[in-house]
């Protein structure tokens, strides 16, 4: 979309706060970095905003229990090579996010996929049934938060 990104941050903000409850802090500091980020990948922002909804629901020290870090849930042990810094740094987590995504976009080849690519990784997709289920429903839901946002904005 046109605009500076700043006026896209700060719209992107409000629908962030609206949408999801999030503190104005928070959503103003973020809502910079997933426009910018963004626009490098060529992403939506709407769907970085949707992703970090689902993943962290906007807390940047949130760790999961097979240890994923940060506003995207990003795996070190698989992405601290591709992705150099502290992976809590927020700014970095959704440079990160934002990478990947892209990445399983060009490899699966449709969003749906790449969604589900995103919660189980590739080969749990296409090689386990039962994980295959649970990325689906996983994109299914971030689309939700999806046109929650786009609905708030």
Do not use: F
Not at 34 to 50: C, K, M, N
Not at 59 to 77: D, F
Not at 113 to 120: C, G
């Amino acid at each position: 979309g046109g605009g500076s990104i700043e006026r896209r941050a700060a719209k992107l903000s409000k629908g962030i706060q609206t949408a999801y409850s999030t503190p104005a802090s928070t959503a103003e500091r973020v809502s910079h970095m997933i426009v910018l980020h963004s626009e490098r990948q060529g992403l939506d922002p709407l769907l970085v905003a949707a992703v970090i909804r689902q993943e962290s629901t906007y807390r940047s020290q949130a760790v999961s229990p097979v240890g994923a870090v940060g506003l995207m849930q990003v795996m070190p042990r698989y992405w601290q090579q591709t992705c150099p810094g502290n992976l809590y740094n927020e700014n970095n987590n959704i440079q990160c996010g934002s990478y990947i995504l892209t990445k399983y976009h060009q490899s699966a080849g449709d969003w749906e996929k790449a969604l589900a690519y995103y919660n189980v990784g590739p080969s749990n997709y296409e090689n386990n049934r039962k994980m295959r289920k649970q990325g689906k429903r996983y994109a299914k839901q971030v689309k939700q938060h999806k046109q929650a946002l786009k609905s708030a904005l």
